[in-house]
């Protein structure tokens, strides 16, 4: 993966760990590394595609992301059909 391709996944799944507690650009360097000219392209870049959201300096992933996320899924069904088998397996090791 190209160093550009890899700070954009780091910093997608950087805001995805934190979906509840928006973040700073100075957390964001600070947790991704990057410097902050570079925390603050990518930003800026997920923010015009409504990848990411920025309200009150803060940043988090954005309805449009989790959009786009909801359509592809409907692309893999195997998680919904496989959801009730991977129950029934996981409370009979239980059981064990």
Do not use: C, K, Y
């Amino acid at each position: 993966m190209s160093p550009p391709t890899q700070r954009v996944v780091q910093t997608i799944e950087l805001l995805a760990s934190s979906i509840e507690t928006p973040l700073s650009l100075a957390e964001i360097v600070r947790r991704t590394g990057f410097s902050r000219a570079t925390a603050h392209a990518v930003l800026a870049q997920l923010t015009r595609d409504g990848w990411v959201t920025r309200r009150d300096g803060n940043f988090s992933i954005s309805a449009g992301f989790v959009a786009l996320v909801r359509d592809t899924e409907r692309g893999f069904p195997m998680r919904r059909l496989a959801a009730s088998e991977v129950r029934d397996l996981a409370n009979a090791l239980v059981e064990i």
